[in-house]
């Protein structure tokens, strides 16, 4: 079963999204993720949305990944760049 993993950044005011993106798409696992998309929303109601869509192959990749120094560097950004919501799920 794989393990999804998806979630809506949506950006402070004056945050960059095509740096949101880069910062994401470098987070990108090395191993374990079969899927991983990162874009900014159509919809631009609501401001900037940056969805990162992923599918890894089981939950022991997503829990390497998530402790992995990329995703720290990411997280730590975005932190400061954003809100989000996560929605994970098996499959």
Do not use: C
């Amino acid at each position: 079963m794989t393990y999804r993993h998806v979630v809506l950044f949506q950006l402070h005011e004056g945050a960059s999204a095509d740096e949101a993106v880069a910062v994401l798409q470098a987070a990108r696992p090395r191993l374990g993720a079969s899927r991983w998309t990162i874009t900014t929303s159509l919809d631009d109601r609501k401001g900037t949305v940056v969805v990162e869509d992923s599918t890894f192959d089981d939950e022991a990749s997503f829990q390497a990944w998530r402790v992995s120094e990329q995703h720290v560097r990411a997280v730590a950004f975005m932190r400061e760049n954003a809100d989000w919501l996560v929605g994970d799920w098996v499959e």
